[in-house]
């Protein structure tokens, strides 16, 4: 028993370093910096949530800020972000198309559907009826009902999804998706998690593309071009370039390069 002490007073003063670092307790679980610290977090909210993590424990962990509920912080968020704009244009009346904010023209939607199928809790819904809340938009519901079955939870149009081809970035990888169909399971996942939000994503032109994929040899380098017709599965080799390194690999779109070489010529 007093090792175990010794190790959790230990991973204690671990994060209370990373705190002090970052300003905040929301390791993520799956931090490549310290894998271990990212366990212990999830392991701490898993035993609290079963009843076996001590009292003094959770009392230790609350007076730093530990975040029990990812989701819960996720939304904590936007509500701030939902505060800002009330300031800037005195209402909370965020158009679907707010470019200044997407993510959160979105999250307001998701706010209202889930409400309308009694999935948000009654603490939400006060919270944002206390800020001016905007629950019904001309024309929606009459729309909503009219709407086709959905398979998932919340519709893809209420999420905020397009036709557009997305990679979305998920658990350290990134997952295509188009809006259409079943979402993949991975992002589906994310989607329950996060309290309906998007992860962040990528998004691809409805246009063709040619990809170049460099590989040393020595003191030589070697392109590859890749085509992709803008629609469907981007190539495998692409997308492993891409978790590779973070971003996609040079591109151009196949139509424009064609175009600017016409002009050249003419």
């Given at each position: 028993?007093?090792?175990?002490?010794?190790?959790?007073d230990a991973m204690f003063h671990?994060l209370?370093?990373?705190?002090?670092?970052?300003?905040?307790c929301?390791?993520?679980?799956?931090?490549e910096k310290?894998p271990?610290?990212?366990?212990w977090v999830?392991?701490?909210r898993?035993?609290?949530?079963?009843g076996?993590l001590?009292e003094?424990?959770v009392?230790?962990?609350d007076?730093i800020?530990?975040?029990?509920t990812?989701?819960?912080k996720?939304?904590?968020?936007?509500i701030?972000r939902l505060?800002?704009?009330?300031?800037?244009?005195?209402?909370?009346?965020?158009?679907?198309?707010?470019?200044a904010?997407?993510?959160l023209?979105r999250w307001v939607?998701?706010?209202?559907h889930?409400?309308?199928i009694g999935s948000?809790?009654?603490?939400?819904?006060?919270?944002?009826s206390?800020?001016g809340?905007i629950?019904?938009?001309y024309g929606?519901?009459e729309?909503?009902?009219?709407?086709?079955?959905?398979t998932?939870?919340?519709?893809d149009k209420?999420?905020?999804?397009?036709s557009e081809?997305?990679l979305?970035r998920?658990?350290?990888e990134?997952?295509?998706?188009?809006?259409?169909?079943?979402?993949p399971e991975?992002l589906?996942?994310?989607i329950?998690?996060n309290?309906?939000e998007?992860?962040?994503?990528?998004f691809?032109?409805?246009?063709?593309?040619?990809?170049?994929?460099g590989?040393?040899?020595?003191?030589?380098?070697f392109?590859?071009k890749?085509?992709?017709?803008?629609?469907g599965p981007?190539?495998?080799?692409?997308?492993e370039?891409?978790?590779?390194?973070?971003a996609?690999?040079?591109?151009f779109?196949?139509?424009?390069h064609?175009?600017?070489?016409?002009?050249?010529r003419v």
């Amino acid at each position: 028993m007093a090792r175990q002490t010794l190790d959790w007073d230990a991973m204690f003063h671990a994060l209370e370093v990373f705190k002090d670092e970052y300003g905040h307790c929301h390791v993520p679980t799956h931090w490549e910096k310290n894998p271990q610290m990212g366990r212990w977090v999830a392991v701490q909210r898993y035993r609290r949530k079963i009843g076996e993590l001590q009292e003094h424990y959770v009392i230790r962990l609350d007076r730093i800020g530990f975040v029990w509920t990812p989701a819960d912080k996720v939304w904590n968020e936007m509500i701030v972000r939902l505060v800002k704009y009330k300031g800037k244009h005195g209402n909370c009346e965020v158009p679907t198309d707010c470019p200044a904010d997407p993510q959160l023209a979105r999250w307001v939607v998701v706010q209202r559907h889930a409400r309308k199928i009694g999935s948000l809790s009654e603490g939400r819904v006060q919270r944002l009826s206390e800020l001016g809340f905007i629950w019904s938009v001309y024309g929606q519901e009459e729309k909503t009902a009219n709407a086709e079955p959905e398979t998932n939870s919340m519709s893809d149009k209420a999420l905020g999804f397009d036709s557009e081809e997305h990679l979305y970035r998920v658990t350290g990888e990134y997952v295509q998706y188009n809006g259409t169909g079943p979402r993949p399971e991975k992002l589906e996942k994310y989607i329950h998690l996060n309290g309906g939000e998007l992860p962040p994503c990528i998004f691809l032109p409805r246009s063709p593309l040619v990809f170049q994929i460099g590989i040393s040899d020595s003191d030589r380098m070697f392109v590859r071009k890749i085509k992709w017709p803008g629609k469907g599965p981007i190539p495998e080799e692409v997308l492993e370039s891409l978790n590779e390194n973070g971003a996609l690999p040079p591109h151009f779109d196949l139509h424009l390069h064609a175009h600017h070489a016409h002009v050249c010529r003419v």
